[in-house]
């Protein structure tokens, strides 16, 4: 008995990313069993071998620049992190084998089916059969994940999807052992989740713009937010640097990053992770969005996120461009609040032998947790 058509593709296209499989020309032949599967296999096939060629050239592109980013750090600070590699490797492999086993947990439709059943009210008109997976990059502190689906009406809709992992607490925990990063208070999993969901809904309160949250769960330590459409604040300085200089709208951007970050430290909140990566422009609204809040505290780390921003204009912006942005960013926090720039220049200082191991976050920043373990696993 053939399968119905209509089943068969609808299953098969969310399987394959909404793949387009023509039909059969051969008479009186629509989707059934000895063709459209075979079709299919052919084609999942092709996409499949054609994804992992494609991942391993860029694996192999990130091994090499990694491998020049290690060549180019001073010896001094190599040490530090090997040798803090080697006294904690232990509990190393064991939280990147937990987190790669919980990201790929949540890859299956049926866990983030489940998550969208027991949160029902928060999606509401949600048609759960039209629910598909996309995977987004961050690296491996967390797993970032896009749910699109469909409602009962016919609007499209798409979510952003936080699961916290183990990885991510392994690094609040030790950074500061092997370089400047402050020392976070509460880096476990579930205090940075708590953390997380709690400052975004103070920093709403207070009118900063942050990702509206939508559906959480504690026991899970998930969080879903609205998915914010635009650029990155990093995506736009690599662009000004390929550029070599300032367009249209750039130095909107970097404003907007000072003004936000200025009315969050005049509210009493430290961010501490203020990577450009962690910070969404969106060009209609002329708003920045600041997304990355599992390290927001009372600490006075102020001084420490200007500087730690501004050391990745380093990263990506040459001499001349570089001072013209930073320039920017200053002029444009100190209209909102008063900051020793002193302090900042030696926060700078302190970080600069740091840089090509930033450059080095922000490539494996490239990869989602799955890609990262299918490259380190993959010949």
């Not at 904690?88 to 790929?104: D, H, T």
């Not at 367009?247 to 000072?258: I, L, S, T």
């Not at 570089?322 to 220049?345: C, G, M, P, T, W």
């Not at 840089?355 to 010949?379: C, H, K, N, W, Y």
Request: aromatic content about 12%.
């Amino acid at each position: 008995m053939p399968y119905p058509g209509r089943f068969v593709k609808s299953y098969f296209e969310a399987a394959l990313s909404c793949v387009e499989l023509p039909r059969c020309k051969e008479k009186g032949c629509g989707y059934n069993d000895s063709c459209l599967l075979t079709r299919l296999y052919l084609e999942g096939s092709r996409i499949m071998i054609s994804r992992r060629e494609k991942l391993r050239q860029r694996f192999a592109a990130f091994r090499s620049k990694f491998a020049g980013h290690l060549l180019s750090t001073r010896p001094r600070v190599v040490f530090k992190i090997l040798a803090g590699t080697v006294i904690l490797f232990p509990w190393l492999v064991s939280s990147l084998l937990m987190s790669f086993f919980r990201a790929f947990h949540w890859r299956k439709i049926s866990t983030c089916r489940d998550f969208l059943k027991r949160h029902a009210l928060a999606f509401d008109g949600v048609d759960l059969s039209s629910l598909t997976v996309e995977s987004a990059s961050g690296g491996v502190s967390n797993s970032n994940q896009i749910w699109h689906c469909r409602k009962t009406s016919g609007e499209e809709v798409r979510y952003f999807v936080k699961i916290f992992l183990a990885a991510g607490s392994f690094w609040a925990k030790h950074l500061a052992f092997v370089s400047p990063f402050p020392a976070i208070y509460g880096g476990k999993t579930h205090e940075r989740f708590t953390v997380d969901m709690v400052s975004r809904v103070q920093l709403t309160e207070l009118g900063v713009s942050v990702p509206r949250l939508i559906a959480y769960d504690a026991v899970e330590k998930v969080m879903v937010t609205e998915h914010i459409v635009g650029k990155t604040v990093d995506e736009i300085l690599e662009r000004i640097g390929e550029r070599q200089a300032l367009g249209p709208g750039d130095e909107a951007v970097v404003r907007q990053c000072a003004i936000g970050l200025a009315k969050i430290h005049r509210a009493g909140f430290s961010l501490i992770d203020t990577q450009p990566i962690n910070c969404i422009w969106v060009a209609v609204e002329q708003k920045v969005y600041f997304t990355d809040l599992e390290f927001c505290g009372r600490q006075d780390k102020r001084v420490w996120d200007i500087g730690f921003f501004l050391c990745f204009l380093a990263v990506r912006l040459s001499d001349a461009v570089r001072q013209e942005v930073r320039n920017i960013f200053l002029e444009s926090y100190q209209k909102e609040r008063q900051i020793d720039l002193a302090q900042v220049a030696e926060t700078g200082r302190q970080l600069q032998e740091y840089m090509p191991i930033f450059q080095a976050v922000l490539d494996i920043r490239s990869f989602t947790p799955e890609e990262l373990f299918e490259g380190l696993v993959s010949p």
